[in-house]
């Protein structure tokens, strides 16, 4: 799977959006990108994921860039359960590799 | 539909000692993955099955450490001989299809993790 970079930290207030940057400069046409988050002391879990087209679901929206280089997760209103490490993961489709590559994601705090 | 099981959530072993942690998938799926997360540190990888198969175990230790995914029941993640360095959360996660299968598309639903201490 390609790398991805992400910021170590950010912070939100409470009920203000938040827009979580990835960047994935080697991305290839095949690879599909993942969101995950790990909330304290609990497993991850899926949050979204996209191959070009921005996507919405119940939980929050991803915007991708026109040339795939780059993605943003957006959570409209965070809220103080939406405090944990989120993860931007890249798998590619076609690929024999079944695991998911967690880099160090990004801590996000919730202020009230 | 309930999630992905696994037990015992706490584990307490001395050096030495054997762990068995077995988790439950998803309903219906079939691709059973295993990851540990160190303290302060990320998950990672390190074996997925399929039902009575390893699929890929390149993550494992290359001892102490075995799993298997038999045909009827839960898998099961084997420590032998505990060492303090094994204290860690384990997690499972479960998919209803592997890669070459679309499984890029595919997530990965996760337990809440069994946290072993060594002792």
């Known amino acids: 799977d390609a790398k991805t970079t992400q910021p170590n930290s950010m912070e939100s207030n409470e009920e203000e959006p938040v827009h979580l940057p990835c960047n994935h400069s080697?991305?290839?046409?095949?690879?599909?990108i993942h969101w995950y988050r790990q909330l304290p002391s609990q497993g991850p879990e899926y949050v979204i994921h996209?191959?070009?087209s921005n996507v919405n679901n119940r939980m929050a929206s991803l915007a991708i860039a026109e040339d795939r280089k780059s993605s943003t997760l957006i959570l409209h209103r965070a809220t103080l359960r939406d405090a944990a490490v989120y993860y931007c993961?890249?798998?590619?489709?076609?690929?024999?590799?079944?695991?998911?590559?967690f880099g160090k994601g990004t801590k996000l705090s919730v202020k009230p | 539909n309930a999630g992905v099981m696994q037990n015992p959530r706490h584990l307490v072993r001395r050096r030495g000692q054997e762990a068995r942690l077995r988790c439950s998938p998803m309903?219906?799926?079939?691709?059973v993955y295993w990851y540990r997360q160190l303290p302060e540190e990320g998950l990672k990888f390190m074996v997925y099955l399929q039902k009575e198969n390893i699929i890929d175990e390149s993550g494992m230790p290359k001892e102490r450490f075995s799993a298997e995914f038999p045909k009827e029941g839960p898998s099961i993640l084997r420590i032998q001989q505990v060492v303090r360095g094994d204290s860690a959360a384990y997690f499972c996660?479960?998919?209803?299809?592997?890669?070459?299968?679309?499984?890029?598309?595919?997530?990965?639903?996760f337990g809440p993790g069994t946290r072993l201490t060594v002792t």
């Open positions: 080697t991305i290839s046409g095949t690879d599909y």
């Open positions: 996660a479960s998919s209803p299809i592997g890669p070459g299968q679309g499984g890029g598309y595919s997530e990965q639903y």
């Open positions: 309903k219906g799926h079939s691709h």
């Open positions: 996209g191959l070009t």
């Open positions: 993961i890249l798998r590619d489709s076609g690929g024999s590799q079944g695991n998911l590559i």
